[in-house]
């Protein structure tokens, strides 16, 4: 090699720090922004860079490498035998087809587009199916090419107001459905262009609901680019709830609904700041709004419900890092059934979170492996579960790592 070439870091026996630096570099990412990503200061980051500080424990190793998008964690660390796929790996099967139909915009076309309840029945079917699927994405993804172009050729030939306003919404929902696919994918780009057009449709449509569910999706969207991202995402809560306010008492459970999981968001983005009181107060507002539903009530998007907020207490507990609170959150949740698949297993993920957090590492793995059960593809996808399972792939307790790199292997991160 020359030696003014640039090191690559997947032929040489480079350390930590330079491996770091490179793939940052080669990301276009400053040494200030990297820190940002990953919850250190750029100080510190210099250090481990210029190798005047050891390499990080695992966690912070994983934090790195999910910021750098790097695919395998030993294009990090050196060493050919940990050959572990990380957070992006190479998508879903059905992303390249969801991708083009998201892109794909005929100008024209003498096709005529379904029936509006034609539609509407396909929507409510892949929002239930979503809900019941163990391999929900694989479900959705079947189905969502084909909604997507119906539900834009639906708005394209529209030729009244109202009719216009019925094909946004349902075009709206549409996009909604598809961020649920899109999310933990590798393609950050498009999950944002869908949550913009959804909010946009959604806008064009006035219906509070439809405006509700894109206002939830692109709060998510935006607290989960990071914390600098967090006043983007109360924003958003905030504006859509002062629109919905007024509305609360003659509303529809649905829209009471999407008020309180919007509610519950803000609590959410508050104990990712470590703001205790807000974050509690704000789940204690959400809480009361489930009150008011149906015992049996379930939204058919955002699974808010009074079952639900045992699930969202133990959310609020991990984040502000109570693993004691965290347990006995978990504990109090157990008496509730969460229906939707996908979202049980999510808790359980969760619970594993405060389980680690109250240094319960076991009961933490075993949680994660009813979380595999309830909804596998949920779990692949997850990065909070994947570092607890790669972590515990380290212990130096024999059963506990094996059994974890038996979980590691079943959902695709450990090579075999």
């Not at 609020?316 to 965290?326: D, I």
């Amino acid at each position: 090699m020359p030696f003014d070439a640039t090191p690559d870091p997947y032929g040489d026996p480079l350390r930590f720090g330079q491996r770091v630096q490179i793939s940052r570099e080669r990301r276009g990412m400053t040494q200030g922004q990297l820190a940002d990503l990953v919850g250190i200061s750029p100080h510190t980051l210099r250090k481990i860079e210029n190798g005047q500080q050891k390499a990080p424990g695992l966690e912070m190793v994983l934090r790195i490498a999910e910021a750098l998008r790097v695919r395998d964690l030993s294009d990090l660390t050196g060493h050919p035998d940990m050959h572990v796929d990380l957070f992006i790996g190479p998508g879903h099967p059905r992303l390249a087809a969801v991708k083009a139909a998201v892109d794909t915009f005929p100008l024209s076309s003498s096709v005529e587009p379904p029936p509006v309840a034609h539609v509407e029945a396909r929507l409510h079917a892949a929002w239930k199916a979503r809900h019941r699927a163990p391999d929900h994405r694989e479900v959705i993804g079947k189905l969502l090419p084909d909604l997507i172009r119906d539900a834009q050729s639906l708005v394209r030939h529209a030729d009244t107001g109202a009719a216009r306003r019925t094909a946004q919404s349902l075009l709206s929902q549409t996009y909604s459905l598809s961020q649920f696919f899109l999310a933990y994918q590798p393609d950050s780009s498009l999950l944002w262009r869908v949550a913009e057009r959804g909010m946009i449709a959604a806008q064009e449509s006035e219906d509070p609901h439809s405006i509700g569910v894109a206002a939830w999706l692109m709060a998510q969207a935006h607290r989960d680019s990071g914390p600098r991202h967090f006043d983007a995402a109360d924003a958003v809560n905030l504006e859509a709830l002062q629109f919905l306010e007024p509305l609360l008492p003659d509303a529809s459970d649905d829209v009471l609904a999407i008020a309180g999981a919007l509610r519950f968001e803000l609590g959410y983005t508050a104990a990712r700041r470590r703001e205790t009181g807000t974050a509690w107060a704000h789940w204690d507002k959400a809480n009361s709004m489930a009150g008011r539903l149906g015992a049996d009530y379930y939204h058919p998007v955002t699974s808010f419900s009074q079952a639900i907020m045992g699930a969202h207490a133990v959310t609020v507990a991990v984040e502000l890092h109570q693993g004691g609170e965290s347990v006995r959150q978990a504990a109090r949740a157990e008496e509730h059934t969460i229906r939707s698949r996908p979202r049980r297993a999510r808790h359980r993920i969760e619970e594993a979170r405060g389980y680690q957090l109250d240094n319960q590492p076991d009961v933490a793995l075993a949680t994660l492996e009813k979380a595999h059960r309830a909804a596998p593809e949920t779990i692949r996808y997850n990065g909070y579960a994947r570092s607890l399972i790669l972590e515990a792939v380290e212990s130096t307790q024999a059963p506990r790592r094996r059994r974890a790199s038996e979980l590691a292997m079943e959902i695709g991160i450990l090579a075999a």
